[in-house]
């Protein structure tokens, strides 16, 4: 900002902590998240759950299930492999499909990663001709999951036996919690020279070194701490949500608690030097 340039209008700014807001991002989404209008003229809605210890959200959006767009054999096919990869990771759903009813494919579950914030974020919107300020406590970047591929292929390398992985598996990957040791060169034999002379034998022998044991250490630490997290997400159960959409009457009550009605003045007890420390902090 100039000094020449006019101020045209203040507006008074309105501070509110009332709700614990979250910002929900879709990098793959090219279009509204809302069910196809073949699954809602049939009554299906978008559902949704939470770990709350883990942080992890996830959001269920009924497949567009028309003939022209849909398999049916292919998705009987991944709904059943679906159920198989729940059950393997205790996330089956219950009382969510009918007894007897042969599981089918029939949605995209969209689970979130949690973004780390560098520094305090807050929500804006003008209303009234007031800016109201909401802070933002958590940022989830929703996309696809497709955990349930990994057992059609498990299942497919059964059924093609072991030329089928000949290409592809190379066995187990190293665990890092046994120390390698490098690999040993064969000796050489000497050839008989021509002239008069005696041929040495050369040995080769490997050491541990502390340097590479202190590495292995370091990474089988945090391979457990890994492997720790994924056990403690896998055993924690979900809770169901309510999904609303924008336009849905909900939706609309919430926003009208997202504006603050408070009219008391907010003082500043930081001075400029304690703010500019704190802001050097990493």
Request: glycine share 4%; proline share 7%; charged share 30%.
């Amino acid at each position: 900002m100039d000094h020449d340039d006019e101020i045209i209008s203040r507006i008074p700014i309105r501070l509110s902590n009332r709700l614990s807001l979250q910002i929900h991002q879709f990098p793959l989404l090219s279009r509204p998240l809302q069910p196809p209008p073949s699954a809602e003229a049939s009554g299906k809605r978008i559902t949704a759950r939470i770990k709350p210890q883990a942080r992890i959200l996830e959001i269920h959006v009924p497949a567009d299930t028309r003939p022209e767009v849909f398999n049916s054999e292919r998705a009987r096919e991944l709904g059943k492999n679906q159920l198989e990869d729940d059950r393997e990771k205790n996330q089956e759903s219950k009382g969510k499909r009918r007894e007897g009813e042969e599981p089918r494919l029939a949605e995209i579950r969209m689970r979130s990663e949690e973004i780390p914030q560098r520094a305090a974020q807050m929500l804006g919107i003008v209303h009234n001709n007031e800016l109201h300020l909401h802070p933002i406590d958590a940022t989830h970047q929703f996309r696809p999951t497709l955990t349930y591929l990994d057992i059609t292929s498990r299942k497919s390398r059964r059924r093609g036996g072991d030329e089928s992985d000949s290409d592809s598996d190379d066995g187990p990957p190293p665990d890092p919690d046994e120390i390698s040791l490098p690999a040993v060169a064969p000796k050489k034999k000497e050839k008989k020279a021509s002239t008069a002379g005696e041929a040495k034998e050369v040995q080769v022998s490997a050491k541990k070194t502390d340097d590479k044991a202190g590495n292995f250490a370091q990474l089988s630490n945090a391979r457990r701490e890994m492997i720790a997290l994924l056990r403690a997400e896998q055993e924690e159960s979900w809770q169901s949500l309510e999904f609303c959409g924008t336009q849905t009457e909900e939706a609309s009550h919430s926003l009208d608690n997202f504006f603050s009605y408070n009219s008391a003045d907010l003082h500043c007890s930081t001075d400029v030097t304690t703010f500019l420390r704190t802001a050097q902090k990493p």
